[in-house]
Each structure stands twice: as C-alpha cells, then as structure tokens.
C-alpha cells in the first residue's frame, strides 16, 4: 500500500479531536529530520509544509555532505566531528543519493602545499572510523592530470581529500517517505496560519489551512516544532508577537555550467577567494556547480533572487582559476537559496563568522523552534528536537533510532551513470510502471533522458502537486538548465493534468507560474 499520497494523509486528519504527540511546521532538512525521528520513536506525528518539500533552503545547497573544511579552520572542533560523523551514517542510510567525491585543492604556493596537507589530515583523523578517504599532497603534474581546465601558472601541486556530495530534494522527498513509512503523517501546501493557546499561555495546538482547498483546520498537539528555516521569526511572531527577529537570512548563490569547463571526475575547491570565502566547482549530475556566496539579506522569501554582483563575483572567481573563461551565456541555470543564521546581536555584519551550529531555543508558551544547522547535521538536529519534545509535551522517554534506520530507497553500490541512480530500490517499481503503457518509456523531451513514466511516478508516489514540484525537486532539471526545463514545461503540465485529473486551465496556469519562476534561473547577456 502507498502510504505517501496526499489522500491518505487527509484521512489520517479527519479526526478534530485528535491530539498528536507532536506537531512540525516546516517541510524542509530540519522538520523532515524530526518527522522520521519521532515517528520512529513511535510518537504520532504530524508535519505541515507550506509549499512543497524543500521549496526552500533545502533544495539550494551546495549538494555536499561535509564536515565543512572551513569551519575546521575557524577552530571550530566540536562542529566538524558531529558533521563528519554524521556525513558517515549517511552515507551508510542513504548509499544511493550519496557519494564519496574527491577534492583537490590547488597549491599556488609551496606553503598551501604544506598547510592544506596537515589541516586536511587532522580533519580525517576528526572523521575517525567514518572516513571517506585519506588526504595526500599531490605533484603539479598529476593536479593538471586530474583537473583538466584547471590554469597551470604558478602551479605548485595540489592536495587531494575526500567528502561526501548528495542530491539535497531527492533526499528531502526521501525522508518525507520514510517519515510515512514510520507512521507520521505529512502534508505538503498545507500552511500554518497561528498557534493556539490555553488559559496559561500553553501552546495546545496550529491552525493550519489547506492551500490546494482553502478548507481550514484546527489541530491539538503536546509539543509544537517551529523548524520553518528562514521563516521561523513569522512562525515567533504568531506565539509572541513583539518577539525580535532570530535569523538573518544570508544568500547563497551557484552557477551550473556544461562539464566541459573542468571535465574530469574530482571536485575542485579553492580554500580562499577575494574576500575570504570557499568556491566550489563541484560535478553534478552531469554539469559543473560553482559556487557559493554569502550575502546578508533584509528580505526573506520562498524563490530568492541571485544579485549581479554575485553572479559577477563567481565568473570572475572561476575564471581565475579555469583556462576556459566562463562567460553569462555559458550559464546553464543559476539558483539562489537563504541560509538561517542567527541574526547578530552586536551589529556585525560577517556572515562568515556567525556560528553555523544549530539552537533549540522554548519560549515561555512552549514553542521549540530551531535554527541554524545545516543539511549535514539534519539528523541529530531531528534527534535533539524529538529530546526536547519529550520534555516540553510530556511524552514517554524514549531512545533515538535513526542513527541505524535505513532512508527510503536505500540500495549500496549505485551505478553513478544511470540517470535513474536517484530512486534507488524504487527504480525497478518505476520501470515495471513504464511497462504498463508504451508511452511512459519515452523522454519527456528529447533533450534530456527524464521519462514520462518518472512523472507519473512522481505524482503517484511522491506527492508532486505542480509542474514545479516534478522539474525542480522530483527532477532537478530546472536547477541544471533551466532552459529546457521550460522546454519540457507543457508535457510534465499535460501528464499532470491527467494524472491529477485536472481540467485545461489548471494546466495553463501551472505553464504559467512555472515559466514566471524559471526567469530567475535563466541568465541573459547584458
């Protein structure tokens, strides 16, 4: 039986006089994190996502699993070891969404040489017995061997070490499933609109409104979860209106170019760029990501927009380091995504040096809300959720499990060339639906290798309820060449609609919001 379809989960809310052992606002890497958590302690659980799954941050990463290189150098210990303990039960739970990447650090200098070779080697001894790969230094001839595209004047060597890189929504789809399967019950496009209190100024419940429908409901809960991500002050707001902004949000921004820019297998990342920052240029799904930024933001907002000067600072970055000049034009999609940091308390404005470490803060009604983290810390930060709920609501002590649970989908020893690799176990389920009907074998387009039958997988299987959900989270094309996810816009609509059992205008609108939110991902020349 398929417990993840939105039918079934409104019938697990049809009771109004249910009370849930606990109740999550937030659909992304942290509230996915808590549902699985709790579920599988046996808590009845309830999670409410405004959007869809990861429509937020959680799409928008990096897609790496790591103990983050820079925080090492930060001094900050204690960070990086849970990261990169973390980073190895991943990739234990989940061994088909992610994978061990090498990286190789260029060495213009005969100090780099030495100072990356021994700060890389305390970071694998932080890793311990989930180590991912020994860090060694590297002669210029084999850096430019390996690296071919990278610029050779001035090359002394390189340093080569090892982290993980993953497929952030398909992870999120992922977890919101094995989340089902422990028994919670999740629903996406279902927004929270308040809190409901008792005489006490005790939290006792949401209101939550169905945002495909309209209809609104009313749910009890012992212990409520504020894990909105960059959203979590509206969420404070609702329990304690004069309550002063928690997170400033800090805009990433990457490019994707075609692999001919640095076309070998290993990642290349450059430890300091003009102003301090790490730039990656990591191989994805076929293409090249680039990037990130770190721009304190005033506004926050579900499909944050990349500033030109971010986008200038990452052509000119990579250009230095690339024999071949990446242009505007050569941009495949561009995306931007807001990271929650604690918002600085004494007016510094060094997004770099605000602590990427998670909080658990309860207000005086019983609100848990938490911010910070980052996708690599997603389980403990569900684990130390779900220990905080038990003592807020009163709940049955009980030991985490998720440190062993296996991921939805989980299948060893993937084959990194078949586009399919994302599914997992779920891949043959898909293939004997395409045998079903003749034409869900063919691609969607005959530019990318995305069938049909894979949307109608989606739909079926994984709660997508727009276009949008299929080309950017279901399938990450919209994030890979924005183009031709536009290109691929009126058949995904045309298969949903009759999946869905949608009428003609349903279908236009939904080209149209899709095609309005691609504008942002699509770089034209100045």
Known sequence: MNLFKRESNLQAISDPDKTWDIIIIGGGATGLGAAVDAASRGFSTLLLEQADFAKGTSSRATKLVHGGVRYLAQGDI????EALRERGLLLKNAPHL???ESFIIPNYSWWDGVFYTIGLSIYDILAGKLGLGHTKHISKKETLKRLPGLQEKGLHGGV????GQFDDSRLAINLAQTAVEQGATLLNYFKVTGVTKNGNNQLTGVNATDAETGTSYQFKGKAIVNATGIFVDDILKMDTPE???MVRPSQGVHLVFDRSFLPGDDALMIPKTEDGRVLFAVPWHGELLVGTTDTLIDEHSLEPVALETEIEFILRTAGQYLTKQPKREDVLSVFAGLRPLAAPQNGSSKTKEISRSHKLIVSDSGLIT??????????KMGEDIVDQAIKTGNLPSTACKTDSLPIHG??????WTDPMFVYGADTEKIQALSNENAEWKIPVHPDSTYTKGEVIWSVRNEMARTVEDILARRTRVLFLNARLAVKMVPEVARLMAAELQKDADWEAAQVEAFNKTAKNYILTAH
């Open 243 to 245: 309550k002063k902004p």
């Open 98 to 100: 992610v994978k061990n």
């Open 410 to 415: 989980s299948k060893p020893n993937p084959d």
């Open 78 to 81: 204690g960070l990086v070891r």
């Open 370 to 379: 938490i911010t910070g983290g980052k996708w690599t810390t997603y389980r």
């Open 160 to 163: 080569v070490y090892h982290d």
